[in-house]
């Protein structure tokens, strides 16, 4: 047999067995959509993260986690880092031990109600089990409702001290739950609670809106110091003077510089 | 029966001695091995970020796309693909599941998802574009025509060999994918679960028929998949090779529409009854994936009764042409 002859075998046999597999795997995939078993048993769950607990001193390394809304997340941020990552680094510089971000598992416009029903998600469950240090915010997006379109914000549009007043007795309860959540899911660590602050400072008109603020702060002070493990930073008076310099275009969030600010904050509490 | 072998034969060798496969054999070996470089990349920057800890990547990839879902700068259909796969990401985080266990099959299994619109169609394109047209820029069509053999079944032996070739093709993408991947990530992963049976129903996943199959099956039915589409794309360029006679014509031709495909895909869902066009069927495993289709109201079963009839017709075309035409120059 000649050369040209051994290739045509070769290569029909090698082609008509490919087709073969192709079309099986074909038919497969037509009859397990269709008419679909029951499938393969899953492997185990493995157990949750937890966290070890004890002194920070003692430990090699420290775990973050941060939960919430927009300012957790960083929105305004041009650098993107928020003040989640700059509260890592500079307590990582300080401590000089390695400080590592589990998660930032924030959402633009979450309020605490829907973070209580996101705390049971199995995500949050490992992420905010395996720190040592949990930052949050939330709120925010309660009182002030119309947070969310951005542009609108610099005319105030409906928002009024008063209605932010009714809000309270409402978004406070909601707020309890999260704390408690947050503490079911681990005992041990350190939960910092970062204050809300009044965005529309300069608007005379809505000046009184901080005095709800201060009430709404007094109110997370008290759940913390309740908890025990907790605390409040506040941020209310960071920007009151300097609105334009700290807060970004959108009015509402803080730009990088006022990021920096709250996590200066955050890490003084912290040591 | 016998002379129906010996014209397979031919044409097969024929095909073969054009280097036509070799070219897509050297195609993949320069290619893979960049992909894989890629994505060795990615994967160790991520490894890096979340301490090798899947879970808090993958909850990372939930909030991501949670977050994007809140912007109004996102278009509608865009938001509702990124819904259906953050709960199809929540599903693989409630059973304790990691989606991209890094090994050869998951690379194989992604590199194949993402090949079946472009790569796929492009590497048989080189086959089935001049399977007919360059015998007539050649002149060997006079040879082949005078001989006593009934014209549709010269045509047929061509079918047959364009046949064998796209499996060739499909299997040997798949093979060599696994065998370069393997030697970074590892060979192991036939046995990792992957859920398949997600329903996309408007807004919402329908979980109620997720189950989990292997994913060496998974690869299976995918390439099951990705060979049918395929086959209706190499048909068609059968039958834009019949019709014209430069092999660059035929290929531009059916290039420029497999890209078009692509295109509309993407941005015609407003466009509804582009969904009878079969470039814009061509992605049928994403139905194994669970992915929302490109407009609504596609499903498997409807893509694939595109696909046959935009075949079958391409078939009629090619038959009736190349039995009737006239051979001049």
């Known amino acids: ?271 | 029966m016998a002379n129906m072998l010996a014209l397979i034969h031919n044409e097969t060798l024929k095909v073969w001695k054009k280097k036509r496969f070799a070219v897509i054999v050297l195609i993949l070996m320069i290619l893979i091995p960049v992909f894989v470089y890629a994505q060795m990349k990615i994967s160790q920057s991520t490894t890096e970020k979340f301490h090798s800890d899947w879970r808090s990547e993958l909850q990372s990839r939930i909030t991501d796309n949670t977050n994007a879902l809140s912007s109004d700068r996102i278009p509608e259909e865009w938001k509702k693909w990124r819904r259906a796969l953050v709960q199809q990401l929540q599903y693989y985080l409630d059973h304790d599941i990691n989606p991209q266990t890094p090994n050869a099959v998951t690379f194989t299994r992604t590199f194949m998802d993402n090949s079946v619109t472009l790569f796929i169609p492009l590497m048989v394109l080189a086959i089935a574009s001049d399977l007919v047209s360059s015998e007539r820029s050649t002149g060997t069509i006079k040879m082949l025509l005078t001989r006593p053999v009934r014209r549709w079944r010269i045509l047929m032996s061509k079918l047959v060999t364009l046949t064998l070739y796209v499996s060739l093709i499909v299997i040997t993408t798949a093979l060599l994918c696994y065998l370069v991947s393997g030697l970074v990530f590892g060979y192991g992963g036939w046995g990792e679960p992957v859920f398949v049976g997600f329903q996309v129903q408007g807004a919402d996943v329908n979980t109620n028929g997720v189950h989990a199959v292997t994913q060496g099956v998974y690869l299976l039915m995918q390439s099951g998949l990705i060979w049918v589409s395929a086959m209706v794309v190499s048909i068609i360029a059968l039958m834009i090779s019949v019709l014209v006679r430069s092999t660059a014509a035929s290929f531009v031709t059916m290039m420029a529409t497999i890209i078009a495909g692509t295109i509309l895909a993407n941005m015609a869902s407003s466009w509804k009854s582009a969904k009878y066009l079969f470039n814009v069927n061509l992605d049928i495993s994403s139905y194994l994936r669970g992915t929302p289709p490109p407009i609504e109201g596609m499903t498997l079963g409807f893509s694939l009764a595109i696909l046959a009839i935009w075949g079958a017709a391409a078939l009629i075309v090619s038959f009736t042409v190349f039995t009737k035409q006239d051979i001049l120059n």
């Open chain 1, 1 to 271: 047999m000649n050369s040209s002859s051994w290739l045509w075998r070769i290569l029909g046999w090698t082609a008509l067995i490919c087709l073969l597999v192709l079309l099986t795997g074909f038919g497969w995939a037509l009859k397990d959509t269709w008419f679909p078993n029951v499938g393969q048993t899953l492997p185990e769950k493995s157990a949750p993260e937890t966290a070890t607990g004890g002194d920070w001193s003692g430990k090699k390394e420290l775990f973050v986690t941060s939960i919430g809304d927009s300012l957790t997340k960083g929105t305004g941020d041009a650098t993107g880092e928020g003040y989640v990552t700059r509260v890592v680094d500079s307590l990582a510089k300080q401590m000089d031990k390695p400080v590592h971000l589990v998660n930032n598992l924030a959402v633009n416009g979450l309020k605490a109600h829907e973070l209580a029903t996101e705390l049971g998600q199995v995500g949050y469950r490992n992420a905010i089990g395996k720190a040592d240090i949990v930052l949050m915010t939330i709120g925010g997006n309660d009182l002030f409702q119309i947070a969310q379109d951005g542009g609108s914000l610099i005319e105030g549009g409906d928002l009024s001290p008063e209605l932010l007043l009714e809000q309270l007795p409402e978004t406070e309860p909601r707020l309890e739950t999260v704390f408690r959540k947050v503490r079911e899911l681990n005992p041990t660590a350190r939960i910092i609670y970062v204050g809300l602050y009044n965005a529309f400072y300069d608007l005379p008109e809505m000046r009184p809106a901080s005095e709800v603020v201060a009430k709404w702060n007094d109110f997370a002070y008290g759940l913390a110091k309740a908890d025990g493990n907790a605390t409040v930073v506040p941020t209310y008076d960071l920007f009151e003077f300097s609105i334009n310099r700290y807060l970004s275009s959108d009015h509402f969030h803080p730009n990088a510089d006022g990021y920096a600010r709250i996590s200066d904050r955050i890490v003084q509490a912290l040591q």
